[in-house]
């Protein structure tokens, strides 16, 4: 079922990442056009989510890293039900609260679908979210990003640049997010409890906001990566967002696969 919250507080995280050695540098840059992302905020404790988690990834598996970015925010409100989501975190559910905020709402809901500013649409109305998709990435783009990574040492170097275009808010932040593919959980307690889910696109690292000034944003991070996580199946998401109404000005999306000399690790166990 759906469950409902109004909720509101902070949360500061600091994610761990991880590496394979001898990989090759990967770097992406964003098309003239605006590049859309969807942002799913699910819970492996709300039976609703499932099927949205399945239309999910269909749109993830023929989605062009320039044009459609997609990251899962798997929330922690439905942790205290009997099956505690090993991917949810606090800072997940304070984001999605900001952004209800920032919509002139307070209710927040799993499982919810954000694109841009719009906070109405439902998986279960895919011709609507393809219509809103067509009309956004038709839109020239205020702002161009470089995302780039490269192992080093024990860690992740991962530059990312965002360069205004065009004229744009004073609100316009700029993010970085690590997602992971193909991760399956056995769930043995709450509403999904005796089901095996299937995910794409969950965040698994999370950073920022960066405030974009006139000439743009530039970040060279030393990063560490889950130490469980597949990095064949595996990509980075830099994307440039107004925290005043949730408008997404460009994103850009990095598959660590393309980086065709990285070592897989075993992905992580199904089940707690």
Partial sequence: MNRIFLISFGFAMTPAMALADGAATCHEQSNTQLGSLIELYTSEGCSSCPPADRWFSRMAKTADPKQLSLLAFHVDYWDSLGWPDRFARPAYTERQSRRVRAAGSTTIYTPQVMLSAVLGLHWYQPDAVAVALSQGQQLPAKVRIELGAHPEDSHWRVTVKATVTAAISQHAELYLAFYENDLISRIKA???????????????????????????????????????????????????????????????????????????????PASH
């Fill in 190 to 268: 709450g509403e999904n409890s005796g089901a095996t889910l299937h995910h794409d696109r969950v965040v698994r690292g999370f950073w920022g906001p960066w405030p974009m000034t006139a000439n743009g944003a530039v970040q060279d991070l030393r990063v560490s990566l889950p130490s469980d996580a597949n990095l064949a199946n595996s990509g980075l998401t830099a994307f440039v967002q107004d925290s005043e109404n949730g408008e997404t000005l460009q994103a850009l999306s990095l598959p660590l696969a393309q980086c065709n000399t990285l070592t897989p690790v075993q992905p992580p």
